[in-house]
């Protein structure tokens, strides 16, 4: 990680002194002087985690508190400030002092001995990349904070748009309108605008189902983002609140594809986006290194059936939205962290969506569910084919296409990997040149073409390895070519995995659902199997 790292010894300090110091600050940009919000973490001997709070009466401070269930090494211990200066009550010891603001400045270290006497410390914090200027702007789709929050938070992180999930229920047949896990808080109406860049709807709701009649059994989770009012309706059975979310204009958004009713939800409810930066990515260690359904043997052969690392976590994932895509299934991807559940900071997971014209919300949403847009948890990927932007449907006369792929990709550290991928294939692998810029950055340029004779898609994803066997990557939402007559089919490997997925659920809930709820999974089966037939 390309870090910008900086020393500041006070004066010595002695175990003779007692009474904790008060150490004053404030972050600000490098270039135009300007006071920022950021993410703040204080960290003493071994690690133990300090907070701060606001030094002004126009100012908040918020404290992070998480850690992995699972993995007990993984923790997201900080403060996120508003922009106004911050204070910390310490006593004498040595302390890093970690500054980081979303995706478009280095973090900034410094190492800080504290004696007896107050300390102003300045964190000049570098912009490696402004997206906005190029006309991209960020969200995220998985939010567990409150509204209040949100107005510290989403500065903090630089956050352009969330859509915090204040509906939520995890018992089946119950209505999100009285949910088990709603925020008990009043709800703005409509949406909410911390500033001219940064907004929320606030009104979301996850179904996120373990229990069916109170007998543990698990389906899974998904969003409805953007809606107006409150859901009066339980899942399963789930077309009816498919049909209830598109009328008031809202995203129907899958959480994890591990789930096990995941494959059903698709064909079934139509749902228009995919978490592919999902919330098991995390900027501490990974954690959930076992998951709900299984790993295919051809689907990547260095997994195992159905565990693994980061890694194989995020290619499960992504193959698994590959073969999604090869079903017809026009699924955007998108990203979020479960912020205010999980040991990662907001927008560690975002989509960038491509608004050359300006931001509001509604363009954003609409962009997203285009499919204008890529999702990273580092790099920053600036993708045409054709001159075209992602989400891009083709619909060539001819019996043969030709297409020129072309990408700038700007990186915090350099990126090692390029894939261009195709119909779920990789078909392409570039190591790229990369030239460091001014600002710090890393940037690399990408050329190449492909023939479409069939109906197809094709995408771009990149990758950044970090210390300690990390990694960061980027993934642009998919163009469609479309060919009269040669429409895009599944390999029969995916095929029979998605109908097993499904047959495997049907067995397995079919004492405990009622039949209109078995009927969706039936619809969903007729589905694949149609897809094998043809």
């Not at 300007?34 to 100012?59: C, D, H, M, W």
């Not at 559940?341 to 997971?349: A, D, I, Q």
């Not at 300006?358 to 948890?377: D, I, M």
Request: charged fraction near 20%; hydrophobic fraction near 35%; proline fraction near 7%.
């Amino acid at each position: 990680m390309r870090t910008i790292i900086l020393a500041m010894l006070a004066a010595p300090f002695s175990s003779a002194f007692i009474s904790a110091a008060v150490l004053n600050m404030h972050i600000f940009d490098q270039d135009s002087g300007e006071t920022l919000a950021g993410r703040i973490y204080i960290e003493g001997q071994g690690g133990k985690p300090y907070f701060v709070e606001s030094s002004s009466s126009n100012g908040s401070a918020l404290r992070y508190e998480k850690r992995n269930w699972v993995n007990k090494k993984a923790e997201e211990f900080h403060t996120t400030v508003s922009a106004h200066a911050f204070q910390a009550n310490l006593e004498p010891g040595r302390y890093e002092i970690t500054i980081e603001r979303g995706k478009e400045y280095f973090p900034l270290i410094k190492t800080v001995n504290v004696g007896a006497e107050p300390i102003d410390l300045q964190f000049p914090i570098k912009r490696w990349i402004n997206m906005s200027e190029r006309g991209w702007y960020s969200g995220e789709t998985h939010v567990h904070r409150t509204p209040d929050e949100l107005a510290n938070l989403m500065p903090a992180e630089d956050l352009n748009v969330s859509f915090p999930l204040t509906y939520w229920v995890t018992k089946g047949f119950q209505a999100p309108a009285t949910g088990n896990k709603n925020q008990r808080v009043e709800l703005p109406e409509g949406l909410v605008t911390i500033d001219e860049t940064h907004v929320f709807w606030p009104r979301n709701t996850e179904w996120e189902i373990f229990s069916i009649n109170g007998k543990s059994h698990t389906l899974g989770a998904v969003f409805a983002l953007g809606h107006k009012s409150p859901f009066q309706l339980g899942v399963p059975p789930i077309k009816e609140v498919a049909r209830l979310a598109s009328e008031e204009g809202a995203l129907l958004d899958l959480d994890k594809h591990d789930w096990p009713w995941s494959m059903i939800l698709p064909p079934v409810m139509e749902v228009q986006l995919y978490e592919l930066a999902n919330n098991h990515m995390w900027r501490t260690e990974f954690g959930f290194t076992n998951w709900n359904s299984p790993t295919p043997e051809w689907m990547r052969p260095r997994l195992q059936k159905q565990s693994g690392n980061e890694r194989h976590w995020i290619e499960f994932t992504h193959a698994n939205y590959h073969m999604l895509l090869n079903c017809g299934l026009k699924m955007v991807p998108t990203a979020g962290t479960a912020n205010g559940v999980h040991p990662v900071p907001l927008g560690f997971s975002r989509a960038y969506v491509h608004l050359p014209d300006g931001f509001s919300y509604e363009k954003w949403k609409q962009g997203l569910a285009a499919g204008r847009s890529f999702v990273t948890t580092g790099p920053m990927v600036f993708a045409t084919l054709n001159k075209q932007d992602p989400g891009h449907v083709f619909r060539p006369t001819g019996s043969l296409f030709k297409t020129v792929l072309k990408a700038e990709i700007t990186s915090e550290t350099p990126v090692v990997t390029v894939e261009v991928i195709r119909n779920g294939s990789i078909v392409e692998i570039i190591s790229p040149k990369n030239r460091e810029l001014e600002s710090g950055a890393f940037q690399c340029q990408i050329e190449t073409e492909a023939k479409f004779k069939e109906s197809g898609w094709l995408a771009l994803r990149c990758w950044e390895e970090r210390p300690e066997n990390r990694v960061r990557f980027a993934h642009t939402a998919p163009w469609h070519i479309n060919i009269p007559g040669k429409p895009l089919r599944p390999r029969l490997e995916e095929k029979n995995y998605l109908i097993q997925r499904v047959k495997t659920q049907i067995e397995r809930s079919q004492s405990l659902l009622p039949p209109e709820a078995l009927t969706d999974y039936r619809e969903a089966l007729e589905f694949y199997q149609e897809l094998q037939n043809q």
